[in-house]
């Protein structure tokens, strides 16, 4: 079974530029989770899909930051514009649902860098 | 990787040895726990996990315990192995629909020595 999958890998772009990443869940897991980890920080929760709606997305930090899912497959996570303090490494996590309690898989992650 | 710059706690280890890796949360409502292992490079790899209604649980080489009353919870890995050798984190929940989100701890990094 394929896990999370995760692309770019990495994402160098200057401040004020516009990136978006991929995430790709399990398959045929309902829930799909977005993390980032910025320097020196602890991994800290973003958002959270069920299916293609968001059920929480207390942790996004602006409205620079917009995510989607849309046919509640794959989803995206646009920063636009970057700004520096927007990079770090992003992950992606997924868990079959429904419920909490379950275990979240995470993708490699795409380590952007805004200059 | 991406712990760069991190200022981690760092655990070194002898091969073979047995490593307890600790943590302390900080939501007592907080009922489902896992211990991730993120080597460099990698996503959080699951290792373990265990609900508010034990104490322990094992796995392969792995032992989590969990002290509700203190709001700590360990990892023990027993007979290291140089693959161990990683960044591991703690992250806790609330088991709630709608309350998914996992929060975790700064991580630590055990190193296996040779």
């Given at each position: 079974?394929?896990?999370?999958?995760?692309?770019?890998?990495?994402?160098?772009?200057?401040?004020?530029?516009?990136?978006?990443?991929?995430?790709?869940?399990?398959?045929?897991?309902?829930?799909?989770?977005?993390?980032?980890?910025?320097?020196?920080?602890?991994?800290?929760?973003?958002?959270?899909?069920?299916?293609?709606?968001?059920?929480?997305?207390?942790?996004?930090?602006?409205?620079?930051?917009?995510?989607?899912?849309?046919?509640?497959?794959?989803?995206?996570?646009?920063?636009?514009?970057?700004?520096?303090?927007?990079?770090?490494?992003?992950?992606?996590?997924?868990?079959?649902?429904?419920?909490?309690?379950?275990?979240?898989?995470?993708?490699p992650g795409t380590r952007l860098t805004v200059l | 990787g991406e712990s760069v710059g991190l200022h981690l706690p760092t655990l070194s280890v002898q091969e073979?040895?047995?490593?307890?890796?600790?943590?302390?949360?900080?939501?007592?409502?907080?009922?489902?726990?896992?211990?991730?292992?993120?080597?460099s490079g990698k996503g959080p790899q699951f290792i373990i996990d265990i609900r508010s209604n034990m104490d322990k649980r094992q796995g392969q080489r792995v032992t989590v315990l969990l002290n509700k009353t203190v709001k700590h919870l360990s990892l023990q890995i027993a007979a290291t192995q140089p693959g161990d050798s990683a960044v591991y984190f703690c992250a806790e929940n609330i088991s709630n629909f709608g309350n998914e989100k996992l929060t975790f701890g700064t991580g630590t990094r055990l190193t296996i020595i040779p």
């Open positions: 079974e394929a896990g999370v999958t995760q692309f770019p890998s990495h994402s160098v772009i200057e401040k004020g530029q516009t990136v978006t990443l991929r995430c790709d869940p399990i398959s045929g897991h309902d829930n799909l989770y977005w993390y980032r980890r910025v320097m020196g920080k602890e991994i800290k929760f973003l958002l959270h899909f069920v299916k293609e709606s968001k059920q929480d997305e207390s942790g996004m930090p602006n409205n620079r930051f917009l995510a989607e899912r849309t046919g509640g497959t794959y989803s995206t996570l646009k920063v636009q514009p970057a700004e520096l303090e927007d990079s770090g490494v992003y992950f992606c996590a997924s868990s079959l649902g429904p419920g909490g309690g379950d275990t979240q898989y995470f993708g | 073979g040895d047995n490593s307890i890796i600790n943590c302390a949360y900080s939501n007592s409502a907080s009922d489902y726990f896992i211990w991730y292992k993120q080597e």
